[in-house]
């Protein structure tokens, strides 16, 4: 965590508002979407301070260049977008106080001081509540010539701003699906971490999951230095046929046929914010028997800490499943994340959480027996 800038006394009643304000945000989403609003803190002096655990070094949005600009303001209405499209579902869900502290959130962000620390925005100033604008005092019942004018101009000047937002939205929910994919959670769950002292998850038993996807994501805390990770698996099915999906191997799968699992592309540059997905067809899971989930350094990282790497699992009507790549040495490239494990018809998810120097380790280590074959690396 690192310290953006103070701000003005706070007391612990305004301090717990901001938290769980907050609190809200991080119930139901990753911390790719919350960490868009900096943590709130009260000093040793009582001031209010904005916090984020990004690391690099925070700078204001006027300050970076146009194109970054554009960039951090892209994601700011991504993920804006994303906090709308929940506090609608709260509200249809009977939900209004979360509800309303979204949309409270959500009101403020156009004033909001924007930093960038390395390529990501982090909004600050957020929840501080709006002073009431003093009275106008007109001196004359009827405006001048000049006064019309200027009434006149500002209405058309909000009307174009008006009709510029309502383009802006028609375009972000006809591309929403394929810029950000993000699942809304259902029924009011958690996000499910997975961690050493809770390593897995089983869910109950049905004939159907859907579409299962698998994000993996990560930050670049060197811009001239570009990180590539990539995202693959072995694949296991109930006839004890096996196979891999990666984008080395120039094994991309297959959603809708054998053996079901398939990558949403490949990132070849390291520059795709939104990181890597494989897709797993939880409509054949009964034909599935294991999903071991891996990922590679490709390049531009020595290690995992590096990375800030994080896993998470989309599943229709389940709280998001997540886990992060906090361990691992050097010249340990690879790491097998967790596996999906069809027990009796259900879904295990197991966090793995394992460290290797190639891949072929992986299979030795844990006994899948495939066969391997020099690549000459992505082309």
């Keep these: 965590m690192q310290r953006i800038i103070s701000d003005f006394p706070i007391d612990e009643k305004t301090l717990e508002n901001y938290e769980q304000s907050l609190a809200v945000l991080c119930r139901y989403f990753p911390p790719l979407i919350t960490s868009l609003f900096a943590t709130a803190r009260r000093s040793r002096d009582g001031n209010l301070e904005w916090w984020s655990e990004r690391e690099g070094q925070p700078i204001l949005l006027n300050a970076l260049p146009a194109t970054e600009q554009a960039m951090l303001q892209e994601k700011c209405l991504l993920r804006q977008e994303a906090i709308r499209q929940l506090a609608e579902e709260l509200v ?18 156009p004033q909001l001081a924007c930093y960038g620390i390395n390529g990501e925005p982090v909004l ?9 604008a003093d009275p106008i ?26 009709l510029l937002a309502l383009l802006l939205g028609i375009l972000l929910l006809r591309c929403w699906p394929t810029l950000f994919p993000v699942d809304l959670p259902s029924g009011g769950k958690r996000l499910t971490e997975l961690t050493k002292e809770q390593p897995n998850v089983s869910l109950v038993k049905q004939h159907d999951y859907g579409r299962i996807r698998v994000n993996l994501n990560w930050t670049n805390p060197n811009p001239d230095n570009a990180i590539d990770l990539d995202i693959a698996a072995f694949v296991r099915l109930k006839n004890q046929k096996k196979t891999g999906v990666e984008a080395l191997s120039r094994l991309f ?8 699992v398939a990558l949403e592309g490949d990132d070849r540059s390291g520059d795709n914010s939104h ?13 599935l028997d294991e999903v071991l989930i891996y990922a590679f350094i490709y390049s531009g990282a020595s290690n995992w800490q590096n990375t800030q790497a994080t896993i998470t699992i989309h599943i229709p009507g389940q709280p998001p499943i997540t886990t992060r790549l906090t361990e691992g040495g050097e010249n340990m490239p690879v790491s097998v994340i967790a596996r999906l494990i069809n027990v009796d018809g259900a879904i295990k ?30 082309g």
Excluded: M
Excluded at 124 to 132: F, L, R, S, T
Excluded at 253 to 260: A, E, H, I, T, W
Excluded at 349 to 374: C, M, P, T
């Design 92 to 109: 249809r869900r009977g939900e209004p106080v979360p509800a309303e502290r979204l949309h409270n959130l959500l009101k403020q962000t």
């Design 275 to 287: 990181g890597e997905w494989l897709l797993i067809n939880g409509s054949h899971w009964q034909q």
């Design 253 to 260: 799968g297959d959603y809708d046929n054998v053996p079901y």
């Design 124 to 132: 600050v100033h957020w929840g501080i509540p709006q002073q009431p």
């Design 349 to 378: 998810v197991e966090r793995i959480n394992q460290y290797f120097d190639d891949r072929e380790s992986i299979d030795k280590a844990f006994g899948w027996g495939l066969e391997w074959h020099s690549t000459k690396g992505k």
């Design 137 to 162: 005092q007109l001196e004359e019942p009827t405006p001048r010539l000049h006064k019309g004018h200027w009434i006149t101009a500002r209405h058309h000047g909000c009307l174009a701003a008006i």
